[in-house]
């Protein structure tokens, strides 16, 4: 099928290339003129592993092309997805100019039958809003004999890091629609995949992506609560992550307590939510209180170091990993924002490595060194925080980590290293919800 995705950020350009690989032709329309010209080249502006090679494959077979004009895309295409931006506003709405902006154009370029995706994460409504910008919108010729069209939602669940593996083995494929001929052209499009379809509404298929966010950081957040008790009670909080996970029921997938989730979906889509349901009439308690578990979470780990260091002022504080997880370059609501400026703020000096985030990290934070790699971040500290998992972490030489140390502490905010036997290496140790907390 003729396919165009209007907006070649992350999403965009994961859907764009991974439905090129599944044998569509794919037109990738952006504004960032300097964006399409690296494209064009098959150079990724982004970090994700596999996404350039899938790039240059189907750039070869000329499956994909790259465009700034999206009247070239929307008259080439059968289906039309809208994967632009939802920034949050002060308020916590998401705000949705750019969605309006890029309806308008689609509309304006129609010339026959087009269905048109959000794949961008959108408030319930957003659909009807969608279909009335494209009608209101149409060319004049159209306004007496109407131009058939449909508008559907069709949510991304594409974690970061896993993005590709997550698009060509979904665990689900969630389908909003108001007609049959829209829902036929999803069977098509995804067929290669055999997905297991969830065809709805477009208003619930809206909520199921707010909902299954959402339900994700609560798990997180549950989890952390269940940290902070750990600590008070000399549990382990590994132990009751694998006691609760192993009931089907519950699931051990989001169990892991550690510094707080980030990123640039939890966090803002829990709060749209909250204001999706404020507006709605009712009070999303329960989701105002994941929020604050998470905040709390992160001023919990700074009050440990804090803690045990006695004096932060002038000490060197050595960070392993910047990026809010493992196997991205993404920065955004990154844990290690607040927690380094909250050291910062005591007098620390902060010395980081991240194999792949340094260049976002630069652009955010200030009167930090970095190191060139673990090892030499290490050197002269007083301290170490592991704040995001890299496999690179994983497979660390302590002895020499350790040695090159002013004193050998490590907190590791990702309870990463709970069985490398540290202590024994000459290491004061300090995890998450592993039962000793802050001395009282
Ligand atoms: C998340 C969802 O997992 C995707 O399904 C969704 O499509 C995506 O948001 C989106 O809305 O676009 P992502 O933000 O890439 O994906 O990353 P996750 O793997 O979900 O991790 C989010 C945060 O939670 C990270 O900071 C991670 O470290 C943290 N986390 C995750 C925990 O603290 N504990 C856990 O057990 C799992």
Redesign the pocket.
């Known amino acids: 099928m003729n396919i165009a995705i209007v907006g070649s950020g992350y ?1 965009g350009l994961v859907t764009g290339v991974c439905l090129a690989q599944i044998g569509h032709k794919i037109t990738c329309v952006d504004v960032d003129q300097e964006k399409i010209k690296k494209l064009k080249l098959g150079k990724v502006p982004i970090y994700e592993p596999g996404l350039e090679e899938l790039l240059k494959k189907n750039l070869k077979n000329k499956r994909l092309s790259f465009t700034t004009s999206i009247r070239e895309a929307t008259r080439k295409s059968t289906a039309i997805f809208i994967a632009v931006g939802t920034p949050s506003k002060k308020s916590g709405d998401a705000d949705l100019t750019y969605v309006e902006n890029v309806a308008r154009q689609i509309a304006v370029n129609m010339d026959d039958y087009k269905l048109i995706i959000e794949k961008s ?1 959108v408030p319930a409504e957003t659909g009807k809003r969608v279909a009335r910008t494209i009608k209101m919108n149409l060319p004049k010729k159209f306004k007496k004999t109407t131009l058939e069209f449909d508008v559907a939602s069709n949510p ?6 896993s993005a590709i593996s ?1 698009f060509m083995n979904p665990d689900r494929v969630v389908v909003g629609v108001e007609s049959k001929k829209a829902e036929k052209l999803f069977r098509e499009i995804y067929k290669p995949l055999k997905p297991h379809m969830v065809v709805t509404n477009i208003n619930s298929a809206e909520l199921i ?1 707010h909902a ?2 959402s339900f ?2 609560t ?2 957040s549950f ?2 609560s269940i940290s902070q008790i750990c600590d008070k009670l000399g549990a382990d909080v590994l132990k009751v992550a694998e006691g609760m996970g192993h009931d089907k029921r519950i699931g051990r ?14 966090p803002k ?1 829990v709060d749209a939510f909250v204001r999706i349901s404020e507006k709605s009439g009712y009070d999303f308690g329960l989701l105002r209180e994941v929020r604050k578990v998470n905040e709390e979470q992160k001023a919990s780990f700074v009050r440990l170091i804090e803690d045990k260091l006695w004096i932060v002022k002038n000490k060197v504080i050595g960070v392993l990993g910047l990026a ?2 493992p196997d ?1 370059d993404d920065m955004r609501s ?2 290690s924002i607040d927690i380094i400026n909250a050291l910062q703020q005591e007098g620390a000096k902060i010395k980081a490595y991240d194999p792949v985030a340094m260049p976002n990290a630069k652009k955010i934070f200030k009167k930090i060194t970095y190191g060139k790699d673990p090892y030499d971040t290490a050197k002269g500290c007083d301290c170490l925080l592991l704040l ?1 998992e890299w496999d690179e972490f994983k497979k660390l030489n302590f002895k020499k980590i350790g040695s090159a140390m002013k004193q050998a502490v490590l907190f590791d905010g ?1 309870n990463l290293y709970h069985d490398k036997g540290l202590e024994d290496l000459g290491f004061e140790y300090h995890g998450i919800g592993r039962g000793v907390g802050i001395s009282s």
């Open positions: 999403v994460t991304e669940f594409l974690r970061e890091g997550d992506k299954s966010n994700l950081a798990k997180i989890m952390n997938a989001f169990l892991n307590a550690g510094v707080g989730y980030g990123g640039s979906c939890f889509d809010f997880k991205t990154a844990p995001t990702r």
